[in-house]
């Protein structure tokens, strides 16, 4: 807001600190500086931001230590078990102390992940109150429109005004003996930076945009996007995608930070022709791979998972007809249901090639390739779930037989007689066991996704799939399952965790056509696992512009930036036929060679760039 509300001028006037702005500190010196982080996605897991936040706050808080704290909206399922509260003591539970006092109900605690950081809640809906005036200010001051309908955008609006609150007493307090750096992350987070640069708030201020939104609609609705990026007009084509308040204040933000940042230079190009502002830095994302880190265990742990998925493997296909797990690959795709931007399109048309490829070549292997992603579902295939029960019984009768001609063997053995293994087994079990195959073959072919779509005529994924006849037959060399559904420990097929699933496979593949950076491929090499990637994704033209020799490291880069569908389609059907030739020697190696790669992308080498970023703030804004 322009003009604080009336209870909070009477508060920040009537504070003794408040009266000292701008006077030197009693203590002769200002103390250090504290930074402020402020988010839609602290403590409150819905993208990638969430994984930013959650993994860089060990860097963080080995830099700022107590001085750091995170700022996000109070939300009633997450807060509950990631959130724990903490006394009201410090310049910031102090600023939060006072706002429960005007009516402003903020929770000061620590967010329990690694590192332990402080955070503050901010229950927004206590700001409703104000939206038609936050409203036209941000209409009247700056000119941005915002509908009466959208309740994400008043959730944002309130977000902001909760946050300025926050900031306005905070900054009352310390700015005569400490400053203060405020780092915004994306528009759903940047409503409050225009108010506070209005009323001229004492602190410096950073905003960094992960994607921005209007890049993120053309690029799923332009095939030559990037070829015509520098002719879009913005605000007209805002108006189309109706989507000017979200863009109108990104480009607020940006205009009104500091410092204004992103995450690769292919986000910066957007940044210049969507947002007009050329970002003053990159900040490449990272992951603290402590995290991931499983020394001397990674080969064990991949055997492991890997073993869990070929149960599923054979659940899912082997009812039908069965192939050597022993020359099986797996391989896999992740993230949002951006068909486009992901590059689906692109990667099922490259195994369709690979498909042609393998077959031609006659090799032994078989890739089993898993899209999982999320997706309009009924239910899962009730077929999938009667297989899974029939893996589980074949496992009883194994093991129940295995314990039964155990005990017989040694009997014999010890009495000094070679039995007839065939006497061993009891009627019983082989009843149960000639029942349960009977009742486990089928007939037709492994479906190709695992659960009831609302609408799979519809479905791109499925139609090109159907396009490309990858269906499954007993003669393909490349098997498809399309996941429709994350998986997790929970998963009825999987039972395992996402990292675990990933540990367990050989290959990730993401060629996406737009990716401001792409956390898949780097979780996926941070768990030794090679990964291919491509230079229209900020972590891929990182690394073709700073890590040459990546391809030897365990990481490809599909080259789609002036290259055609085609050409795209032929390099990654190449890049995945050549990792098919490597022999089981050559995997390991490559494993061991990917997972040591990882570690260029710890938060501790790339938090640097954050650091920087935050002096420079400090340096622009000295107060």
Known sequence: MNQADPAVTEALATDPAATELGKPSRRGRRADPMLLEIAWEACNQVGGIYTVLRSKVPSMVSRWGNRYCLVGPYNDKSAPIEFEPSPLVGPVGQAVKQMNEMGYRAEYGRWLVSGRPHIVLLHIGDTYKYLNDIKYRLWADHGIPTPNDDALINDVLAFGESTRLLLSMLGAKESHRRRIVAHFHEWMAGAAVPMLRREAWPGSIVFTTHATLLGRYLAMHNPVFYDHLSFFDAGHEAKHFNIEAQHGLERAAAHGAHVFTTVSDVTAAECTHLLGRDPDLLLPNGLNIERFA??????????????????????????????????????????????RNKGMDLTIEALARLNHRLKTAETPVTVVFFIITKAPVRSVNVAALESRAMLEEFQNAADAIKESIGKELFNSAAAGHIPDLNTLVDDYWRLRLRR??????????????????????????LNQLRHCQLFNAPEDRVKVVFHPDFINSTNPLFGMEYDQFVRGTHLGVFPSYYEPWGYTPLESIALGVPAITSDLSGFGSYLAQVMPGHDDQGISVVHRRHADFNGAAHELCESMFNFCQLSRRERITLRNTVESFSEHFDWHNLGRRYHEAHEMALDRDAH
């Not at 054979?314 to 009812?319: A, E, K, L, S, V």
């Not at 695992?450 to 519809?458: A, F, I, P, R, S």
């Open 294 to 339: 499983a020394i001397h265990e990674f080969q064990n742990l991949h055997k492991q998972y890997k073993q869990q998925i070929h149960e599923f493997t054979m659940g899912h296909f082997f009812p039908s007809y069965s192939f050597d797990l022993d020359n099986t690959l797996y391989m896999f795709t992740s993230g949002r249901y951006e068909y």
């Open 436 to 461: 349960s195959i009977q009742s486990w073959k089928r007939d037709g072919l492994p479906p190709i996704v695992t659960h009831d779509m609302v609408d799979d005529g519809k479905d791109a994924v």
